[in-house]
Structure formats: structure tokens, C-alpha cells
């Protein structure tokens, strides 16, 4: 069964500073990941999907990789802001599904100080 | 203005009460989704539905009901059997056709018990 997990939960860092998200999935089968944004009782927004043969997906000052063989995607923030706190989910798509489902991680809680 | 409206944004119910939750999209997209997010949690599916007049269960379908009588629109019933219905609810879309396969989600509507 497909999992997904994002550590940590929560980050805390002073505005300026370059970041990394992670996303780690247990099964390597997937279509394709996406990474949105939530802001607190709010909708998600997409970010950026990677589809499966892709490596790496850029937009503005966000970059995420994608390592299938590891089980592991990452977002990259480079000169972080006080407009990018939100919480960051990555969903996979499992090819084994069958069907149109998603599994989504819990998310990593940002702050950014200013 | 296009893309998924979700009505109404808060909705209190009473214990015993059935409620319906609209999602209605201008996006031409086929698949709709209803998910549950609780605190803590990832994202759980409760319905999807790839065409008209047709639906699947998802992980947490019990005491949820569904239709899609047209393509804009996927409207969630919450029913008394729902034990806990207190989350915030979202919609999402995706379109089929394309290999470019992205989710799009509503703003949500929050659902509290009294």
C-alpha cells in the first residue's frame, strides 16, 4: 500500500534563507507527484507536478525534484519570504490504483520569519 | 472567472441532519473529487467520479452519498449515519483526456457539528 510521508512537520526559518521540502512515497509506481500550497482555511493550490520520467520541475523560485528509485521528491524555496509561510503537501498517483486516486502526505507547516 | 466554486464556505449542522455540500466547476474537466481533511491528517478520499452519472467509493465513502447528473457539477451529501462529520471539505477536479494530468481544488467548505 502506497504511503506518504513529509518530514518534518513543521519549519521555522528567517526570511532570506534557501529550503528544502521533503516528500518520501513507498512505492515507486506512480504516474506522476504534485506539490501544493494550503493557506490556513483555505483551498490547496498547485505548484508543480512532476510527471514520472521527469526529474525535476521549475517555477519561479520553486524547484522540486523527483528520485522514483528512492521514493523521494523534494521542493526547493530559494530566498524564502514572509508570503511563503503555508503548509506544503506533496499527493502521488499510484499506477497500481487502477483508478484516479491521489495519496496525499500531511504536510510541512512553514513559517517564514521576517 | 473560471474554476471551482464550493458553497457554502461554513455550514453548521444538527445532530441528525442530512447537508449538502455544492461543488460546481467551469474547468471542462471530467474527473471530480471530494476529499476530507481533519487536523494532522493527509488528505482522505471520499468519493471521485470520472464521467457523468457514474462514481466510486472512496477510502471513507460510509455515511457520505454522491451524485453527478451533469459535468460541472458533484454535489456531497453528509448523512445522520456520518458519526463524525466535523472537517473541512474540498473538491477537486482533474481533467482525463490529457497525458498532463494536474488536480485543482475548490476553496473549501468547514463543516462543524452542534
Known amino acids: 500500500k502506497q504511503e506518504v510521508t513529509q518530514i518534518p512537520a513543521a519549519l521555522s526559518v528567517p526570511e532570506g534563507e534557501n529550503l528544502v521540502l521533503n516528500c518520501s512515497f513507498t512505492?515507486?509506481?506512480?504516474?506522476?507527484l504534485q506539490w501544493f500550497r494550503q493557506d490556513p482555511g483555505k483551498g490547496l493550490t498547485s505548484l508543480l507536478l512532476?510527471?514520472?520520467?521527469?526529474r525535476e520541475q521549475t517555477s519561479g523560485r520553486l524547484n522540486a525534484s523527483l528520485d522514483k528509485s528512492s521514493g523521494r521528491s523534494t521542493l526547493y524555496i530559494a530566498a524564502s519570504q514572509p508570503g511563503d509561510s503555508a503548509t506544503y503537501l506533496c499527493?502521488?498517483?499510484?499506477?497500481?490504483?487502477?483508478?484516479?486516486?491521489?495519496?496525499f502526505g500531511t504536510g510541512t507547516r512553514l513559517k517564514v520569519l521576517a | 472567472d473560471g474554476g471551482i466554486t464550493q458553497s457554502p464556505k461554513y455550514l453548521f449542522r444538527k445532530e441528525g441532519q442530512n447537508v449538502t455540500l455544492s461543488c460546481e466547476q467551469n474547468?471542462?474537466?471530467?474527473?471530480m473529487y471530494w476529499y476530507r481533511q481533519d487536523p494532522g491528517q493527509g488528505l482522505r478520499l471520499i468519493y471521485y467520479?470520472?464521467?457523468?452519472?457514474?462514481?466510486q467509493k472512496g477510502d471513507i465513502a460510509e455515511g457520505y452519498s454522491v451524485s453527478r447528473e451533469k459535468k460541472e457539477s458533484f454535489p456531497l451529501t453528509v448523512t445522520s449515519a456520518q458519526k463524525n462529520p466535523t472537517a473541512f471539505y474540498l473538491c477537486?477536479?482533474?481533467?482525463?483526456?490529457?497525458?498532463?494530468?494536474?488536480?485543482?481544488f475548490g476553496p473549501g467548505t468547514r463543516l462543524t457539528v452542534l
Open positions: 477537486a477536479t482533474r481533467t482525463v483526456s490529457s497525458s498532463y494530468n494536474e488536480q485543482f
Open positions: 512505492d515507486s509506481a506512480i504516474y506522476n
Open positions: 512532476i510527471q514520472s520520467s521527469q
Open positions: 499527493a502521488v498517483r499510484p499506477t497500481t490504483s487502477g483508478t484516479y486516486k491521489y495519496i
Open positions: 474547468l471542462n474537466h471530467d474527473a
Open positions: 467520479s470520472q464521467i457523468v452519472n457514474d462514481f
